[in-house]
């Protein structure tokens, strides 16, 4: 089992609607837990952090956390194009040397 | 706007070059980072410095070498690269070491001709 899960997408969302990005992790200990966008040959960019469960929102971007069923989620509503990118799950490892360990990324597109 | 600044932020050398990629963070942070990123990849994390304390995955060859001149500054000196070596490095700093939050630097995308 990886240590951090996400589906690689492509994610296809039509301009307007909701876009949902998921996440699983397989360290129970975990306790921190981000979401960063990355442009195409750019760095990536930290958008959420989320450390208790349930949801904590920003703007139109809101986390879910749930550390029972070990899964993270990002939503994003009212997509734009703009909001096109790779978006990368973090959680922070505790077992052995704590360390962040990303996903493999989804790859989001927002069709106008 | 980003506060690790990064140079140089496109850099294309041969195999027998030696160069170097350079870090500054401005925010106080006690740890600083450097990833390897390849195309529609996750960042890999190549070293780690902290408290005065510089952590490296085993898996780096050699031929990439760190050096950290004070807690705001790291730098990754390159020697000898190959082909396979390109790719995106970032630089990134965090306030604590055990995985907190990263803020990233802009990148330097690297070609090794």
């Known amino acids: 089992q990886k240590e951090v899960e996400q589906n690689s997408g492509p994610l296809s969302v039509p301009e307007g609607a909701i876009a949902s990005l998921n996440c699983t992790y397989s360290?129970?200990?975990?306790?921190?837990f981000f979401w960063y966008r990355q442009y195409s040959g750019k760095s990536p960019e930290l958008i959420m952090s989320i450390y208790s469960n349930g949801d904590k929102e920003d703007g139109r971007f809101t986390a879910q956390l749930n550390k029972a069923s070990q899964y993270v989620s990002l939503l994003i509503r009212d997509s734009q194009p703009s909001d096109s990118a790779t978006y990368l799950c973090a959680v922070n490892h505790i077992q052995g040397a704590q360390k962040l360990v990303f996903g493999q990324g989804t790859r989001l597109t927002i069709n106008p | 706007d980003t506060e690790v600044t990064q140079t140089p932020k496109h850099l294309v050398m041969g195999m027998t070059n030696k160069k170097s990629l350079k870090c500054e963070q401005h925010?106080?942070?006690?740890?600083m980072y450097w990833y390897k990123q390849k195309a529609k990849k996750p960042p890999e994390l190549m070293f780690v410095?902290?408290?005065?304390?510089?952590?490296i995955n085993e898996s780096v060859p050699s031929r990439f070498s760190p050096e950290c001149p004070n807690s705001s500054l790291l730098n990754l000196h390159l020697h000898a690269l190959q082909p396979e070596d390109s790719a995106l490095y970032l630089c990134?700093?965090?306030?604590?070491?055990?995985?907190?939050?990263?803020?990233f630097g802009s990148g330097t995308q690297l070609s090794v001709l």
């Open positions: 925010m106080g942070h006690r740890a």
């Open positions: 990134a700093s965090s306030q604590r070491v055990e995985g907190d939050k990263l803020f």
């Open positions: 410095y902290s408290y005065e304390k510089l952590s």
């Open positions: 360290d129970r200990g975990s306790q921190s």
